[in-house]
Nanobody
Framework: QVQLVESGGGSVQAGGSLRLSCIAS?????MGWFRQVPGKEREGVAS???????VYAESVQGRFTISKDSAKNTLYLQMNTLKPEDTAMYYC?????????????????WGQGTQVTVSS
């Protein structure tokens, strides 16, 4: 089984920053971050493949940065200039090899989530 554990969430004022981490028991060829708020569908935030190819949601482009440390089996999401609309439960996920780690693909494993709350 693949286990993913997210951390780094919390409460921050608009304009602030947070760095999320996801420690994986096994690194997937695709790794990504998703978020979800109550009553809304889950949306992709950022993804990265084994070669470092990255996809960002338009809503976070220029503000969020996804990265990984394969030696530590860890995925990161640096979130800057946070906005209230970024408030959500953030999940990391892993999946098989795709040309791009598209958000709409079938991701294999999911973490338990870490809450991010941005106040104005």
């Amino acid at each position: 089984q693949v286990q993913l554990v997210e951390s780094g969430g919390g409460s921050v004022q608009a304009g602030g920053s947070l760095r999320l981490s996801c420690i994986a028991s096994r690194v997937g060829d695709c790794m990504g971050w998703f978020r979800q708020v109550p009553g809304k569908e889950r949306e992709g935030v950022a993804s990265i493949n084994v070669y470092g190819r990255i996809v960002y949601a338009e809503s976070v482009q220029g503000r969020f940065t996804i990265s990984k440390d394969s030696a530590k089996n860890t995925l990161y999401l640096q979130m800057n200039t946070l906005k209230p609309e970024d408030t959500a439960m953030y999940y990391c996920a892993t999946g098989p090899t795709w040309n791009l780690c598209n958000f709409s693909n079938r991701w294999s494993y999911w973490g338990q989530g870490t809450q991010v709350t941005v106040s104005s």
